[in-house]
């Protein structure tokens, strides 16, 4: 704080100075900001000296260093205690919980919209669709196999899970109709649609043990393939189902057969997730036979496991797609 | 001897009971008196109220049963008398001199206010004189005393002690036994002086023709005569005629009035503190404004909708609201103006006492603010000796001195002051102040008897001017007897006149003359008239120097106040010498070169001219000045730029106090007119109360700039996490303002050491660059490090690692997205991530709140060490306590957590912050020191020194 000087404590000359000296021309805004920028008379750039700024600089300089390296110094001792393996909260304890979401490939390109929309004549409207979806699939593709990630790799199946360390082969060569050379049948406005159930730390599905206690909500057509499916080969039941309905009774007549391929559900040798080296998520490709065109097609689909929770509302255990082929 | 002595004091009636033979028994014949007595009283206008007292060391010890009675009338006597103790209309007060017994204890309980020595006791044996209570005492007593006590003295003969009487309420207060008269007396002053303001003026006067002799002075009108004597109040503009006075004007239109008018019409400038708080809010609205433009901008290039844009920009303006301030500001002036109360200082205009913090010059009235406003004597000059009064040694001094003997006889003969009965002395200030001096070094009393012992032969005593007396003296006493008077005699008494005088002492100089019997024998007649005695030839006794004394802790006050930076200007109606030799005895001057100006000079300067005297003179006087010059030198001061105080009782004064920053009147001399225009009241007349007032004022201003800096703080991590949001699309951290409590404590902060020491806050602002660079630069920032820190903690410890958030936000806030990849692989559901995303803006707020208490430790100072300040406000303690159990109860109170979106989280999360806080504490700390030290050049503390 500094202190005024009364008149009285100056000199004469000072004094002088103060009432009589001729004061200088008032300046106007444009040339204050002129001289605020860059003062030659006192070597002032913004206000401060070249000293004063170097010095208030290097306080700056020292300062944030020194904040810097407190967060670096508690962020890396943070990290240091994490496991880069697996997260700290797994499952229950983590705040995602134990009910893995549903997902589905392809992606519309507008944000919270989850309509595949394209024209069935027009290449260049589902060529998007379907680059969209080479891409999702480049990681399971085996031609495309790096050395660290493939030698993990190891076909499974329900007798033969993967070992420790290894995991289980996604072979979406064989798909039908929903492979890359087919366009994945978007040209022949029968698109498919690729389901993926989210990977969560650990968790391992609860399957219906028996074709017998099945949910109520479960579609028939589900009921039925499951019943066929364990009646040849019990291992059927170690599965998470997947069904794919309309939303509404119109769009239920709307859509038309279904195909699930590789098989309607996520065999359960894939399970858990531990962040093995190049896991992949399995998928389901939904394939619509006959969608009505020049319509939208609500569809839902739901995942089937005692331990998935569902609610339409939360979109927990299920995911919404909507389909407009033109 | 008279059993009763009536005397009167003013407006009171004394009685006192006068048999000390007896105790102060009452028998038939006093009854009758003080019937009589209190029976004129309630019908005599000119008695106010009535004072019982007694003689000697009893109050009085009841009935007298010594002296016989007749039985009829005695029963009618005693009913009359209790009947005139119930009846009486007006204040009954008694002063218990020492027990009261019997009748006199009950009649005490029918007194409006008792006052009783510590030696009283109250003692009513009606049961063991085998009576029934007398004096309506089985009504009075359970009502003052309760039931119980009553019980215990009316049946049970209990002894109560004075002391006994203060607890249960019988009487109003004890006094020592010797202290008992003056202190019940200054009581009762003060008592009267209430009824004198709440009785309506009235005044004497003709109308048509008509004599009114008591109408109220509002009723006036032009054209009444209105009769006027020595004492009166003049109630209108009246032109005097022949000790009458015609009415020219009444109310507004009197010379007053137009005074009273014109301090009503001047408008007072805005305080200092509401300037400086619009001041602030037109630069916090700007600041604000001109975020929300930028985040506006900023946002609509990064391509965010309208919408998202308009909230971040409502978003970032509600942030910055300092919402804290307004509440901040009217505790801390409240709790200020009451305990400015406690101190004798009535705080009228709450923003005043600020404004007195920011004070730059004083403009003081001399008498009775400065100075005690009773003359007193302080000089004595014998035979080439000046004593001086105060000197400790003085008392010894006078016991050898025969010269001071002679000057007591003098003294106390030529006087023209009167010595009342009770010891009371009415006269000149000046005769007053000369026999108060005697009173105070040896008893009147004593003085007569030497003059007994004298009565032999006339001596002429006489006083006055010195030049006169010298002139007249031819012989000068000295410690052991006379000697003629030589040149140098005359020229040491010259001198020491003209020193006396220079002080601004009023000086006197006493003689004598012993007749000779002879030529004067005790039949002679003098005649004052035509002379007929000698007054040449005296013999010369000393020369006394008389003044109204500077208040004892003025000096001291003003020395303060000078530290302060404050410069004081005394401006008074007095002599240019006296007010020159008061300024330099309270130190408003230090040299004597100090500049006098006097009201002509005032007069015949312009503007201009004043206001280079101001700036060219530090210490000023003016002296000889009418009260409404102070208006003009106020302005003057006010042209300066200086913030203004100005002290002042009469209805002059008014336009002063008005125009002036802060007015200040007097409680005790200050006029009505006067008190309404002031902002503050001085309830003691007393200057070091200004002090006491400036002090708090800074205190409140340092103690806002803490509160605001408090505030700013916490809305560096409300802004800057929009930007994190923005320009890195990380999720949005969030808080919530929970630090109200904590901003408005800190107005209950002691005053820092620096606080008188440095000069008033000339261009000094609430909030500066330094505050803002040390808030947003520093303190906000290591806040805003530690919140993120927290935030991304938790993210991390869920899997999703800092370097994996930059740029997320885009499918992290799609609604449409299930599967956002965390760095571990796994994949979140929008409804799991909104969810994470609570639990980091929970952290990120705890972590936030964690900081802000340690900001709140941090700012209780500016200037000193926590360690030297301690923890000592508590309502900041319980204010930081409630701060951090809110923030918890926002965190894990089901249902309300949800409505703020916050998150109940994990125990270890809630320590995040404290390497942070332990940061803050360093910083802060390191900071005041270098400011106290003075380190870097002080480079510091222009940096940081807010």
């Known amino acids: 704080m500094t202190v005024k000087k009364r008149p009285s404590d100056l000199t004469s000359l000072e004094r002088f100075n103060l009432y009589y000296r001729e004061k200088e021309p008032p300046l106007t805004a444009g040339q204050k900001a002129k001289r605020f920028i860059w003062n030659p008379k006192t070597k002032q750039f913004c206000g401060r000296t070249a000293s004063s700024w170097s010095k208030i600089s290097l306080f700056y300089f020292i300062f944030y260093a020194a904040l810097a390296i407190l967060v670096a110094i508690c962020m890396w001792t943070f990290l240091q205690l994490l496991d880069a393996r697996q997260p700290k909260w797994q499952l229950e304890g983590s705040i995602i919980g134990t009910n893995p979401g549903l997902g589905f490939r392809p992606t519309p390109p507008e944000v919270a919209s989850s309509v595949i929309w394209y024209k069935g004549n027009d290449p260049g409207s589902y060529q998007f669709w379907v680059r969209e979806l080479s891409n999702f699939l480049k990681v399971y593709k085996r031609d495309g196999k790096k050395a660290g990630a493939g030698q993990n790799i190891h076909n499974c199946d329900f007798k033969l899970p993967a070992p420790a360390g290894k995991v289980c082969d996604v072979d979406i060569s064989a798909w039908g109709p929903c492979v890359e050379d087919n366009s994945f049948a978007y040209h022949k406005s029968t698109p498919c649609v690729f389901l993926k159930l989210n990977k969560i730390f650990g968790w391992k599905p609860v399957f219906y043990n028996s074709s017998d206690t099945l949910p109520q909500m479960m579609p028939d057509d589900l009921k039925e393939h499951i019943r066929n499916m364990t009646a040849y080969d019990k291992n059927y039941l170690n599965m998470v189902w997947v069904s794919c309905q309309g939303e509404n009774p119109a769009d239920r007549e709307n859509i038309g057969p279904i195909q699930y391929l590789p098989y309607r559900g996520f065999p359960g040798y894939y399970f858990p997730y531990t962040n093995q080296e190049g896991y992949l998520s399995p998928l389901v490709a939904v394939h619509l036979q006959r969608p009505k065109t020049g319509m939208l097609i609500n569809i839902e689909c739901r995942a089937w496991a005692h331990n998935i929770v569902y609610d339409r509302h939360e979109g927990m255990g299920s995911v919404h797609i909507e389909i407009m082929i033109e | ?946």
């Open chain 2, 1 to 946: 001897m008279d059993t009763i002595i009536e005397t009167t004091r003013g407006t009171v009636k004394v009685i006192r009971f006068n048999k000390p033979q007896k105790k102060n028994a009452i028998d038939g014949d006093m009854y009758l008196r003080v019937t009589k007595i209190l029976n004129t009283a309630a019908s005599d206008d000119e008695v106010s109220m009535v004072v019982l007292t007694g003689t000697g060391d009893f109050y009085s010890s009841g009935n007298d049963y010594s002296v016989s009675r007749p039985e009829g009338a005695w029963l009618q006597i005693l009913g009359d008398f209790i009947k005139a103790f119930i009846t009486f209309p007006k204040l009954l007060i008694a002063i218990v001199n020492g027990p009261a017994i019997g009748i006199a204890a009950t009649t005490l309980a029918l007194c409006d206010m008792v006052f009783a020595s510590e030696n009283a006791y109250f003692y009513t044996p009606f049961s063991k004189l085998q009576i029934t209570a007398e004096g309506g005492s089985t009504l009075t007593f359970p009502r003052l005393i309760g039931q119980r006590k009553a019980a215990e003295m009316l049946l049970f003969n209990h002894k109560m002690t004075a002391k006994e009487g203060l607890e249960s309420g019988f009487i109003n207060r004890v006094y020592k036994p010797e202290e008992l008269q003056s202190k019940a007396w200054e009581k009762i002053q003060e008592i009267l002086k209430s009824f004198n303001k709440m009785i309506p003026m009235s005044t004497k006067c003709i109308r048509d023709g008509v004599w009114n002799s008591d109408l109220p002075v509002s009723s006036l009108v032009k054209g009444d005569i209105v009769h006027i004597k020595a004492g009166d109040v003049i109630p209108a503009d009246i032109r005097i005629i022949e000790s009458k006075g015609v009415v020219l004007c009444c109310g507004d239109l009197t010379a007053l009035g137009r005074v009273a008018g014109l301090a009503a019409r001047l408008q007072p400038e805005p305080s200092p503190l509401a300037r400086e708080i619009r001041r602030f809010m037109r630069y916090m609205s700007i600041w604000a404004l001109s975020l929300g433009v930028i985040i506006a901008t900023a946002s609509i290039i990064l391509g965010y909708p309208f919408i998202q844009t308009t909230i971040f920009v409502i978003g970032m303006i509600v942030a910055n609201i300092p919402e804290g301030l307004q509440p901040t500001i009217t505790a801390s002036l409240t709790l200020t103006a009451q305990r400015m109360v406690k101190k004798n200082c009535l705080v009228k205009n709450l923003e005043a006492i600020e404004a007195l913090g920011a004070v730059t010059t004083i403009c003081s009235d001399k008498t009775g603010t400065l100075t005690k406003n009773k003359m007193c004597v302080r000089h004595i000059w014998i035979w080439d000796r000046k004593y001086s009064v105060a000197d400790p040694d003085f008392e010894s001094t006078l016991q050898v001195n025969q010269a001071l003997k002679a000057i007591k006889i003098c003294g106390a003969l030529c006087s023209t002051a009167v010595i009342l009965p009770n010891g009371d002395i009415q006269g000149d200030a000046s005769e007053t102040a000369i026999l108060n001096f005697l009173c105070a070094y040896d008893d009147p009393v004593t003085a007569s008897v030497h003059l007994n012992k004298r009565l032999s032969r006339y001596v002429v005593v006489i006083k006055g001017a010195p030049e006169c007396i010298l002139s007249r003296c031819t012989a000068v006493v000295m410690e052991n007897g006379n000697v003629n008077i030589t040149n140098e005699v005359k020229k040491a008494a010259d001198n020491a006149t003209e020193d006396l005088a220079n002080t601004g002492e009023r000086v006197l100089a006493f003689a004598d003359l012993i007749l000779d019997p002879k030529e004067f024998p005790m039949s002679f007649d003098f005649d004052t008239e035509e002379i007929n005695f000698p007054l040449e030839g005296l013999r010369l006794i000393g020369i006394i120097g008389l003044k109204d004394p500077p208040r004892d802790e003025v000096r001291q006050a003003i020395e303060r106040v000078r530290a302060a930076g404050i410069r004081v200007m005394m401006v008074t109606g007095d002599h240019p010498a006296t007010a020159r030799a008061v300024a330099i005895e309270v130190g408003i001057a230090t040299t004597a070169a100090c500049h006098v100006i006097t009201g002509n000079d005032l007069r015949n300067m312009t503007s201009d001219l004043l206001y280079l005297t101001l700036e060219k003179h530090h210490e000023i006087v003016f002296a000889r000045t009418s009260p409404t010059q102070k208006l003009q030198i106020v302005e003057a001061c006010q042209r300066q730029g200086s913030v203004v105080a100005v002290t002042g009782d009469g209805v002059n004064d008014a336009p002063a106090l008005r125009r002036a920053d802060i007015g200040i009147s007097m409680g005790i001399t200050g006029s009505q007119v006067s008190k309404q225009t002031a902002d503050i009241i001085l309830m003691d007349d007393n200057f070091a109360t200004i002090v006491l007032g400036i002090e708090e004022g800074r205190k409140i201003f340092d103690n806002l700039k803490k509160s605001v800096c408090y505030i700013l703080i916490s809305n560096v991590p409300e802004v800057l996490p929009v930007f994190m949001f923005i320009l890195f699309s990380i999720p949005l951290p969030l808080d919530l303002g929970t630090d109200m409590w904590p901003a408005v404590s800190l107005s209950y902060e002691k005053a820092e050491a620096d606080v008188m020491e440095r000069p008033p806050r000339h261009g000094d602002p609430l909030v500066s660059a330094r505050m803002l660079r040390l808030v947003y630069g520093h303190l906000g920032l290591i806040e805003f490090a530690a919140g993120m820190y927290a935030y991304f903690t938790v993210m991390a410890e869920h899997g999703f690692y800092p370097a994996d958030l930059f740029g997320i936000r885009e499918r992290w806030d799609n609604e449409a997205v299930n599967d956002v990849r965390d760095s571990l692989g796994q994949e979140w559901t929008y409804a799991e991530r909104k969810e994470l995303e609570r639990a980091c803006q929970a952290t990120y707020f705890i972590a936030v709140v964690i900081t802000q208490m340690m900001n709140g430790v941090i700012c209780k100072t500016r200037f000193n060490s926590i360690r030297d300040v301690g923890m000592k406000n508590h309502v900041l303690n319980i204010g930081l306590l409630f701060e951090l159990v809110l923030a918890y109860g926002l965190c894990y109170l089901p249902g309300i957590n949800n409505f703020f979106c916050t998150y109940p989280l994990r125990l270890q999360w809630l320590f995040l912050a404290i390497p942070f806080s332990a940061l803050l504490l360093a910083f802060g700390e390191f900071r005041k020191y270098c400011i106290r030290k003075k380190l870097f050049g002080g480079w510091y503390n222009e940096m940081t020194f807010y």
